[in-house]
């Protein structure tokens, strides 16, 4: 299907790829100004924080560090597992150390600003049926070549929580080609009808970790993962309880992605536990 083009967009798997959200020359604008903003960081020794989707390791590193919770307002720096040595300092080239950068490209930077509130975004938007849509946040993911991370099963709403469910929605543009080889994403269609069963919430203040779970994820059945491979420009539309993953890039081709979230405000609650 293409984005932007008069036809319903049919959501009952919980996600849907559409095609041409972006020329190949936006694309490559995006990933430019994105190597600039990684040329120009400083981000010092105590903030070098490594991103992971484990239970365990988001507790120990994320949990515990306020760079990353008090990183929804501003535009901030995670890096690949591997990405330094024991000293803190880096083992592969900046530009290829990076997990992610975010959370808030759509607020600061123009070129990101302007896709984000695109016509075409907007008519996405209005074609879902919602009524007041607000960003939530935004991320410039890598995928880097050979160390670009697993992404484990997991639900976008157990990190982005409102009441009633069903609120929200991740846009996730590929800006180069993402295939099974470099690590696109695979869902389980249909598994967004089932809630949730684990939750990211803020900890009482002056209490460590910074975040803590409630629940756990679920164990899911690898042979129910379908495979949603995207080409250069298009986005795929992510229901907030649809689990999916992505597997370890082994390849020698990165993954760039820019992403962000969508919630309807109109008869929603943000919960305030939300990190």
């Known amino acids: 299907e293409k984005a932007g083009h008069n036809q319903d967009i049919k959501t009952e798997d919980g996600y849907v790829v559409l095609d041409g959200l972006l020329t190949s020359q936006e694309c490559d604008e995006l990933r430019q100004r994105m190597a600039e903003i990684v040329d120009r960081m400083d ?6 924080i490594t991103f992971s989707t484990y239970h365990d390791e988001q507790l120990k590193k994320q949990g515990n560090a306020d760079y990353f919770i008090t990183s929804g307002d501003k535009i901030r720096f995670f890096f690949e597992k591997g990405a330094f040595d024991e000293k803190g300092e880096f083992m592969v080239p900046k530009r290829r150390s990076l997990n992610k950068v975010g959370h ?19 008519g996405i938007a209005k074609k879902l049926g919602l009524v007041s849509p607000v960003i939530l946040q935004s991320m410039f993911i890598f995928k880097q070549p050979g160390i670009g991370g697993e992404v484990m099963p997991h639900q976008d709403a157990t990190f982005l929580y409102t009441e009633p469910l069903g609120r929200v929605m991740g846009l996730w543009i590929a800006l180069e080609d993402a295939t099974v080889n470099n690590g696109c994403l695979w869902f389980i269609p249909g598994s967004h009808n089932s809630g949730i069963s684990r ?12 975040t803590d779970f409630t629940g756990r994820e679920q164990t899911y059945d690898d042979e129910k993962f379908v495979a949603a491979p995207v080409k250069k420009g298009g986005v795929v539309l992510i229901h907030g ?16 992605v820019y992403t962000f979230h969508l919630m309807e405000s109109q008869d929603t609650c943000w919960s305030p536990d939300n990190w």
């Open 43 to 48: 981000v010092p020794e105590h903030c070098r």
């Open 104 to 122: 808030a490209l759509h607020a600061y930077e123009p070129l990101y600003k302007k896709v984000t509130h695109s016509p075409k975004i907007q």
């Open 199 to 210: 939750r990211m919430v803020r900890t009482p203040k002056g209490t460590f970790p910074l």
């Open 241 to 256: 309880e649809v689990v999916h993953r992505s597997a370890e890039n082994t390849s020698e081709d990165s993954r760039h």
